[in-house]
């Protein structure tokens, strides 16, 4: 399995501009995740989606972010329009929900920088 | 939400023993975790342990779990420079897992 996949890896926008982070989990995982991560505040999960269900967006920053999961093998982050307070690493997570002893798999990042 | 304690920044020479330690706030975890981050890199999953246990041991690493204290180690025995790396904590009281900030271990030859 080739694990957790996002692109793109890097990412540079200017401000106003509409971003799209993409992630396509491991397959037959039904658990998915994304996180952002800043110096500042570490890891913070943004949204959990269960079987392409939104369960929990609680952590989504504002209207700007949102979050999609059309089928099990793609989900998509999009940020409308951006800022330069969103630049951070931005990690996608899949886990199967019975396997919570295996923890998450968790893809490489998308570092978007925001000017 | 409550947050997972580290220290953030742990140095040690080639060859010692690095501890890192973890205050964690959720009672009800069922699992706690020890990810490593290189640079550049996704976090990965190095050891768990079951919150029934006191103690798990994984080749290098052993996992200390004080559940009165909510406190959870990790040790790496004899540390090597490709150790080098960020260490999370993370618990897993609900659906998600929640982490701490992480620890920076240098390991200096």
């Known amino acids: 399995d080739a694990g957790v996949i996002q692109s793109p890896r890097h990412e540079v926008t200017e401000m106003g501009q509409e971003v799209t982070l993409r992630c396509k989990p491991i397959?037959?995982?039904?658990?998915l995740f994304w996180y952002r991560q800043t110096m500042m505040r570490g890891l913070e999960l943004l949204i959990y989606?269960?079987?392409?269900?939104?369960?929990?967006d609680s952590g989504m920053p504002e209207d700007r972010f949102s979050a999609k999961m059309p089928n099990a093998s793609f989900s998509t982050l999009k940020i409308q329009p951006s800022e330069p307070r969103d630049s951070a690493v931005y990690f996608c997570?899949?886990?199967?929900?019975?396997?919570?002893?295996?923890?998450?798999?968790f893809g490489s990042g998308t570092r978007l920088t925001v000017v | 939400g409550e947050d997972v304690e580290q220290s953030l920044f742990l140095s040690v020479r080639e060859g010692d023993s690095s501890v890192i330690n973890c205050t964690y706030t959720d009672s009800s975890s069922t699992y706690l975790y020890w990810y490593k981050q290189e640079p550049g890199a996704g976090l990965q999953l190095l050891t768990y342990i079951f919150s029934n246990m006191d103690m798990k041991q994984d080749q290098r690493l052993t996992v200390l779990l004080n559940k009165k204290d909510k406190h959870l180690s990790l040790r790496i025995a004899d540390t090597q420079t490709g150790d080098s790396a960020i260490y999370f904590c993370a618990e897993s009281g609900g659906y998600a897992l929640n982490f701490g900030k992480g620890t920076s271990l240098l390991v200096t030859p």
């Open positions: 997570a899949s886990s199967l929900a019975q396997g919570a002893e295996y923890g998450y798999t």
């Open positions: 989606f269960n079987n392409n269900v939104p369960i929990d």
């Open positions: 397959s037959g995982h039904n658990s």
